[in-house]
């Protein structure tokens, strides 16, 4: 499963909100799918690592998932 928690805490980190995001080229839709947990596309990815100054590890982490429970580890 994928979670965008390390983004959330890089952009805290580093003082960027969401209006610049937007204000740097990230679109609604985008912001929209990252807060959901949806799938985005590696130009995204790459776009977001620009604008934050980062690597892909501090937007996207992979998780397990307990395939009885669903519950995420």
Do not use: H
């Not at 209006?19 to 080229?25: E, F, P, V, W």
């Not at 839709?29 to 776009?47: C, F, H, S, V, W």
């Not at 590890?57 to 519950?71: A, I």
Request: proline letters at 3%; one cysteine or more; aromatic letters at 6%.
């Amino acid at each position: 499963m994928i979670s965008y928690a390390p983004l959330w805490k890089t952009m805290r980190k580093k003082g960027i909100s969401q209006y610049k995001l937007l204000r740097a080229g990230v679109d609604n839709k985008t912001l929209d799918a990252l807060k959901k947990g949806r799938n985005i596309t590696l130009l995204t990815l790459e776009k977001l690592c620009l604008i934050l100054d980062c690597t892909p590890n501090e937007v996207v982490e992979f998780t397990s998932e307990d395939q009885n429970s669903g519950k995420v580890e």
